[in-house]
């Protein structure tokens, strides 16, 4: 599986877009681009995913890059309920996930 | 609709103890199980998957064992439980490939090892 890299945390202010990056240099190219979220004290969460052109769904919207060796989460009008550990992940399929660990994202009013 | 059940919420065992956590799924049928634990303040460790009843693939060496006796059921069990088993468990189900919903994760439980 690539390897993924995240910056350990960010903050972002309440009701802005918050753009949470993720580097997949040596991504396949079969592997999917993954993204999961886990509130405190839950299971995660899953969020989008996507292999090459960008995705947007009701919870938020994913950029791959052209090169597809990188990636941004963007979750268009942060909330506090969007505060959360966030994990990019990059697999040929979503069977047996390994989850790292991830960006601390705290959104703050 | 799909729902995950997955007990206790919390418990708290003596070295040495057995274990047995159960979690159930409802709504769908064979469906890919697994079992997760997470660390204090770590990422999410895949123990156990399941493909199907009596299938079970371990991905770590451990002092725990998981069966999968009917289709939607996932027990995560141990004989003597040690202090490095706490942690947080989850239990989790997939179906299909690739999916647009992903992993439907159990809400956990939380084990302390004393």
């Known amino acids: 599986d690539a390897k993924t890299t995240q910056p350990p945390s960010m903050d972002c202010a309440e009701g802005r877009a918050a753009n949470l990056p993720c580097n997949h240099s040596?991504?396949?190219?079969?592997?999917?681009v993954y993204w999961y979220r886990q509130i405190h004290s839950q299971g995660p969460q899953y969020i989008i995913h996507?292999?090459?052109n960008n995705e947007t769904n009701e919870m938020a919207s994913l950029i791959i890059t052209e090169d597809r060796k990188s990636s941004t989460l963007i979750l268009p009008h942060a909330t506090l309920r969007d505060t959360a550990v966030y994990y990019c992940?990059?697999?040929?399929?979503?069977?047996?996930?390994?989850f790292g660990a991830g960006t601390t994202v705290t959104v703050r009013a | 609709s799909q729902t995950i059940h997955q007990w206790p919420a919390t418990l708290v065992q003596p070295v040495g103890s057995p274990l047995s956590l159960e979690c159930t799924v409802e709504g769908t049928s064979n469906p890919n199980l697994y079992w997760y634990r997470q660390a204090a303040g770590r990422g999410l460790q895949l123990l156990f998957y399941s493909v199907g009843i009596g299938q079970i693939s371990s991905e770590v060496p451990q002092n725990l064992s998981a069966s999968r006796p009917q289709d939607r059921q996932f027990i995560l069990s141990s004989k003597k439980l040690l202090l490095s088993d706490s942690g947080f468990y989850l239990c989790?189900?997939?179906?299909?490939?690739?999916?647009?919903?992903?992993?439907?994760f159990g809400s956990g439980t939380r084990l302390t090892v004393v």
């Open positions: 040596t991504i396949s190219g079969n592997e999917y």
């Open positions: 996507g292999l090459k």
């Open positions: 992940i990059v697999r040929v399929n979503d069977y047996k996930l390994s």
């Open positions: 989790a189900w997939l179906q299909g490939q690739p999916t647009n919903y992903g992993y439907t």
